[in-house]
């Protein structure tokens, strides 16, 4: 039975002879009383206190129970994303290599194709740079052998006597017009008779005069008609054709650099360095 302040305090002894002095245990059973209500106030207050420190405990680890609930659920996205990120990324790589190779494949048969077209467009330039080189070589040949022609034919003895001057054939002109007037004499004698009178004489005279005169202008002809042309003239025909034929070479060139200049498409994708072709030097 548990004992309380008013049952200290109401408690009753029974007296005796020479028992305890009565005044002195009441004022004892006072002060434990009193002291025992204080321990007790204490106990309450301490329970209470107990309590309430409980609850607190009890809070708190309802707090770290959620915590760690939290916790091992961030965990589990954490690992969730981790591993789903990690999936990506290896589907990126693998997405990213894929067309890496495709382009990389893609760009080499470009180049190849740019080289062998490269290739085909250098020989074909170094076959027409020949064929105009062979072509100017017989140009060159046909016109060392036409100069060298009528240099032949300016040095040969009938241009040295064209163009000598017309008095180193005649020595003296008088002897020559008396020998052209005596050659025309003769011819009129054999064609009619001449007239011994004067007045014949006279009309004999005035037909001669007119053949002098005929005669000299006929000379003077063929020493005009007669003077050699220069090289240029002799040459013009050979020449103009010549350069008919040069205009037609120079514009398939023209085209064939034109053709190469435009037949090189450009690859964005592909911004490598195309390497030279090396052609061989035709001699």
Sequence with gaps: MALNSLDVQNKTF?????????HEIEEFLDIVVRDYDEFAQKIKDQERELKALRERVKYF?????SLNKSIVVAQDAADNLRVQAQSESNSIIAEASQKGQLIIEAA?????T??????????????????????MRL????MTSI???????IHSEDWQDTLEATSSHITNPEEKLQEIVDMQLSDTSLQGNIAKDE????EENTVVEPTVKEET???VEVEETEIPQTVKEVLAPALEEETQKIPSEEGKVAETEKNEETSYPVFPEMQTEVPEVEVPEHK
């Design 14 to 22: 029974n007296t005796q002879m020479r028992g305890y002095n009565k």
């Design 61 to 65: 680890d309802d707090m770290k129970d």
């Design 108 to 112: 080499k048969k470009e180049a190849g």
């Design 114 to 135: 740019i080289l062998n077209q490269a290739s085909d467009d250098a020989r074909r330039l170094v076959r027409d740079t020949d064929d105009l080189k062979r072509k």
């Design 139 to 142: 140009y060159h040949q046909r």
């Design 147 to 153: 100069i060298e022609a009528q240099l032949a034919s």
């Design 199 to 202: 007045p014949a004489k006279a």
């Design 217 to 219: 202008e006929k000379i």
